[in-house]
């Protein structure tokens, strides 16, 4: 091949390269895609924590306010046995019939310190978005506060002295890269044995994995149900995992042979490593197996199932507490140019059924070949998402084990439709939630400080980033409105949403917490001013309306809480009613909407009470009185 056909080749091989055929992104609990601190669109790093084959527009920033370690922003924590739906879109279908389509959820925990680890940004300038670096001889080159981490140091080493998996299917994958010599570094998707974070990639492409993995399962959906018993019997939750060692101790031992029989003949030791326990050492639920037909989504479209949500899973959040966990969706389709999970490296190389960029030479009698697009190391491919870190929580000790918590939460990002794709706008999660008197909702929220610009036309609110006119942070709050079609908060009299359960009087500290989000309304500052101004004081000042807007005391767009965290603890549902509910900052009608909905059954209090009219409303009943008069 001359070389100019072959820089043409190298740069259409790029380009496809770039290119995402299909994508998953997480929204609730939010999904970094790689993601930290940048305050850009598009992600720097997507070899950061893991490899996601995500556009680079995804993600949401990390959970944080801006500033260096001194900065510290509490994480989002689950209750055990609390219900958390997670939320997320994929782009290229699933449960349909023109993918194979398998989701797999999962999560890791732990307690040692550094250990997991979103990664925290040096100083306010600092996005901390550089991969974890890896010495193969050296574990403490992995250390640093400011690197994030999921997969540990010696994973990721036994992942790189283990050879690959040979019974694997690579169509016509360089047959070199791919040789049986070669690491589980190396797959059909990862040829040249690319390092992302300190995943291995041989685990990331293949589910259940024939290996130790830190991830514990959680859920799979499926094309093809009968794989449920393979996946329950297979899964680390019920399965010992082997690995091959000189000996039982550590990882410096550990031998390149993938199964039992080549390791025993070379004086190896298969170790076993026990089936996941929880924090007691007691052993975790079965992996929950469904059909994909429940998460149907057709292709190109990133958008809701037939439910009219988002795919959602409802994740009871297990007996397993720990300080540091993340949460992590796989989304895998395959092609049905092949039985996708019988095909094996019988089919490699000179028999495979597929081939790179394949032209359609044979003659099917169009008068004309005709080409098609075949990428080998994306006909079955795998993209994912990962959670920021969250902590597991024992359960309040006067809350009864019985009863049933709700995480009630809020995805999306500042900006408008366009400029938040492929993430979403605000929303809360669950929009709808159906409830029994007596129930707990735990309100809680985080968004990042560390969003790109987004002006009033765009977002609402601030404060200013760093002291520039710039508004970066995600704000909500939590009001009751008469109905959905309204965008005004009821009088907080008349707030029938949370009641206080002994005198069924409206519950004035929540209600205020949920809507002021814990901001110093009636403090001062060291110079006796005000922290906390309205919209007209600041104009008062001779601030212009933007800077009004995004300055720091403007309370009523929630500028002064400092955190995009919020926590409004359980609070117990005991009226009985619809209600609806909607954040005032982030809703203008008609740019956008953060409404949700509440059904409580079998409350012990009525919650119809009366409705006060707006003077507004009372003006125009007056008006039109006035006319017919
Ligand atoms: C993805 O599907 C392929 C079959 O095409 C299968 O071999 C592999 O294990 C699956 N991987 C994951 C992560 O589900
Ligand atoms: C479904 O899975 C079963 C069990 O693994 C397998 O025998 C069958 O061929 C699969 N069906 C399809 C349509 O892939
Ligand atoms: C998850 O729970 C929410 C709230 O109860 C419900 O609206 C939703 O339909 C549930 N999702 C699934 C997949 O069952
Ligand atoms: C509502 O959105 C519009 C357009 O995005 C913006 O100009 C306006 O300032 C917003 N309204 C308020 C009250 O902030
Ligand atoms: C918001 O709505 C206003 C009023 O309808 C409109 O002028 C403006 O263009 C909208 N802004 C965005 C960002 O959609």
Known sequence: MNSYIALIVTIAMAAFMQQAYADVYM?????????????NVNRNNGNRLFDSQNNGKGGYACPRAVGGPEVVTPTMYYYVGSQLQVEWTNQHSCGGVNAYCDVVLQYMCEDTAPGIRDGTPEDEQDSATDTIPFDENDPSASDGERYGQHETWDYYKRCRTRRRNNNLFVADRNSRKLSRSQPATRTRQNENGNRN???????????????????????VFTSNVSRCDFYRSESQNNRAKGDCRKSEAEIQEAMPYNNERECVENGGVWKLFAPHTNHNGDSLPDVECYDSSRIWSRDNSLGNTQSGHHANYNWTIPNDVHDKCVLRIRYNISTADYHPHEIDSTYNWEMTPIRQDQMNGEDKGYGWELANAINTNQYGRTFQDRSYVFSIRERPSDISPSAKIYNLNVRGKRGNIVQTFPAVEYDFVPQFLVMQGGEYLHIQWCGSDYNPNRNPNDAEGGPPYLGRHQARADRSNILQMDNSGLNLARKIDDVTMFLDER????????????????????????????????????????????????DERNCGKLNGARTPYFDGGLVRMVATGHFKYYSSRNNNFSNRSQKGEVVVLNGWYAAAGHIQLSAAVLAVIGTVMALLM
Not at 27 to 39: T, V
Not at 197 to 219: Q, V
Not at 503 to 517: C, D, F, Q, S
């Open 27 to 39: 929204h609730n609990p939010r999904g970094s895609n790689d993601r930290n601190c940048e305050i």
């Open 197 to 219: 974070g300190l995943e291995c990639p041989e685990e990331r492409d293949y589910y259940p994995y024939w290996h130790p993995t830190p991830w514990k399962d959680i859920a």
């Open 503 to 550: 005198t069924g009087k409206p519950n004035y500290e929540v209600i205020k917490k949920l809507a002021l989000v814990d901001q110093p309304i009636d403090e001062v500052d060291e110079d006796n001013q005000p922290k906390c101004l309205t919209y007209k004081q600041l104009r008062e000042l001779g601030l212009r309306q933007n800077d009004a807007e995004r």
